[in-house]
T-cell receptor
Framework: AQKVTQAQTEISVVEKEDVTLDCVYETRDTTYYLFWYKQPPSGELVFLIRRNSFDEQNEISGRYSWNFQKSTSSFNFTITASQVVDSAVYFCALSLGGGADGLTFGKGTHLIIQP | DGGITQSPKYLFRKEGQNVTLSCEQNLNHDAMYWYRQDPGQGLRLIYYSQIVNDFQKGDIAEGYSVSREKKESFPLTVTSAQKNPTAFYLC?????????????????FGPGTRLTVL
């Protein structure tokens, strides 16, 4: 069975610092999809990024960047120059079955950005 | 605006009663999903459906039931057999297999229903 581990339960940094959220996954399948979602206090999950197992290119979107390394089964998320609005719970998730089946989530990392 | 609607936002029920949570989407998505979230935990998959009139059990289906009679709707019933029903329930949808073939398959989530069983 697949598994996603987010070892950092809570991270607290001061605004403008860079912060990296770790995600390690386990699966025996060669085809899979990885996702990151943000959950603000309102509770609704917001999609951030999808990456399939055949695409190891890193991605940058504004202050957000993702580092996918199959050799270490990791899909880490970095926020550069953090802002208070980045405070939320962040989830890493894995999907098999071509990505149409349900997601397996990590337990999430609660990120606190202090002003 | 397109989106996913879950109602109500807060729901209270007495122990032993069945309760049905509503989920509606107007995104023309084929696939729909139900997840449960407990405090300090990630989301866990209850049921999912990739097409009308068909659905599959997720990791924690015991004590829950679903139906998929319409593409837009995927209601979840929490039965009295569910031992710990108090939780935050999130519904999601995606293009499912159609999205896979087009290289987009992310799931979009509704605002959630917080169920408290007294």
């Amino acid at each position: 069975a697949q598994k996603v581990t987010q070892a950092q339960t809570e991270i607290s940094v001061v605004e403008k610092e860079d912060v990296t959220l770790d995600c390690v996954y386990e699966t025996r399948d060669t085809t899979y999809y990885l996702f990151w979602y943000k959950q603000p206090p309102s509770g609704e999950l917001v999609f951030l990024i999808r990456r399939n197992s055949f695409d190891e290119q890193n991605e940058i979107s504004g202050r957000y960047s993702w580092n996918f390394q199959k050799s270490t089964s990791s899909f880490n998320f970095t926020i550069t120059a953090s802002q208070v609005v980045d405070s939320a719970v962040y989830f890493c998730a894995l999907s098999l079955g071509g990505g149409a089946d349900g997601l397996t989530f990590g337990k999430g990392t609660h990120l606190i950005i202090q002003p | 605006d397109g989106g996913i609607t879950q109602s109500p936002k807060y729901l209270f029920r007495k122990e032993g009663q069945n309760v049905t949570l509503s989920c509606e989407q107007n995104l023309n998505h084929d696939a729909m999903y139900w997840y449960r979230q407990d405090p300090g935990q990630g989301l866990r998959l209850i049921y999912y459906s990739q097409i009308v009139n068909d659905f599959q059990k997720g990791d924690i289906a015991e004590g829950y039931s679903v139906s998929r009679e319409k593409k837009e709707s995927f209601p979840l019933t929490v039965t009295s057999a569910q031992k710990n029903p108090t939780a935050f329930y999130l519904c999601a949808s995606s293009f499912g297999l159609a999205g896979v073939y087009r290289s987009y398959n992310e799931q979009f989530f509704g605002p959630g229903t917080r169920l408290t069983v007294l």
